[in-house]
């Protein structure tokens, strides 16, 4: 039986980064609302999880945390100014103009946008034959999505993963000095020419292409408010990184899934409509985002039982929440068909994944559409795992696809 009783998560090593599921599931045995070391808690359980998100009093902004991990630079300007890490009215603002970006009709636009995109993906994927999974085909599908939405150049497209990564890696427990210094830097160069995106569009209203957020997040207003540039900037990065890296984890970690449990591949090829169950599972056991943050802005009581005095900093395992036997049977099976699936990959409550119907659009034509084109999917070579604790999928899957 491992032992928990030391456990920090802002001291976690390469072992738990590699394969959290065995510590988190004793974590949810015997210490499911575990402190560490600084006084902050770690939830482990799918209902203190849910209750946590559900609650109006639970508080995302994180000036104070971010200030204390940052200090002044870029990265705390950036992490303090996107949507996610606000509370409302600042959220409501940014939230409403950025939904109007997936209303049912932008949502068919980026559906046929998705079709093409991919069935050109996968011609190059069979001319490859032999390639890495991440780089020729899981990264590029978010690249072009949110390159459309955000009006970002062609020239600019190749960069973009790499300030994604340095942006999100920043956000780990622990961050080493040398992580830091690329987290700023992507935010200065990626900030830079999204301000020169902004200006060009506010000059040119009429320039935006069907379906680009870009031109609502200028233009539009929520409580005769606009955003300011530095907020749109901020707010823009924070969408490339909320769309970009997640998407690109859900089909490398979906298609590790697949290559990992051949009877389950072989049962979507025999039943593809099995996709969106698929899907689902594969954001259940391998969540893209495995961590979430919050203060209690009241004294809480979980559903454990445990009351959380008010300004306890919480960390929510959304991993450790989607393997719960309490509410998923077998939790370490992976089933393509599991129903129900109550997974919280895009977590609940005010701040709810406002891409997730599009994050299921993109898995289910991507990965349908690969699976059913290479039945003959193999892997070709050691993965390389991101590395992070909050995030989770592959550097590199190398495969081969005849
Ligand atoms: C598999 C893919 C994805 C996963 C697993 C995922 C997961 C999440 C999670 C867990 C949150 C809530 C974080 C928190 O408040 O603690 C979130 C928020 C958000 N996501 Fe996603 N996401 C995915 C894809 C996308 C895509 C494709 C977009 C848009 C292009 C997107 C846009 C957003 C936005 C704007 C928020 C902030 C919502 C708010 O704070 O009100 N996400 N996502």
Redesign the pocket.
Known sequence: MLDITGFDLNAIDAAFIEDPYDTLAELRRNSPVHRNADGSVFLTRHDDCLAT?RSRDML?DKTEAFGKKFGECPLKVHHTT?????DPPY?TV??KL?AG??TPRKLAVMERLIEGIVDRLLDHVEDLGELDLIADFGMML?TE??SF?LGVPEEYRAKLRGYSVAILGALDPVVPPERMAAGNAAVEEFGAILSDLIDHRRANPDGAGEGE?LESLIFGEHDGRRLTQEELVQ?CI???N???E??T??VGNSIGLLLDHPDQHRRLLDKPELIKGMVEES?RME???QI???TAGEDIALPSGTVLPKGTYIH?S?AGANRDPEVFDQPDRFDIARSPNPQ????T????????T???M??RIALGRFVQRFPKLSQNGPRERLGLARFRGYTSLPIRVQ
Request: charge should be positive; glycine fraction near 10%; proline fraction near 4%.
């Open positions: 998100y995302s996107s949507l996610i890490f606000n959220h940014v939230r950025i970006a997936f978010p999505i949110i939405m957020v707010n924070f969408l490339l909320a769309g970009h997640t998407t984890s859900l954001l969540s893209p985002l979430g943050n919050r929510t959304i919280i990959a895009f977590i409550g005010i701040h709810v994944c406002l891409g997730a599009l994050a299921r993109e898995g």
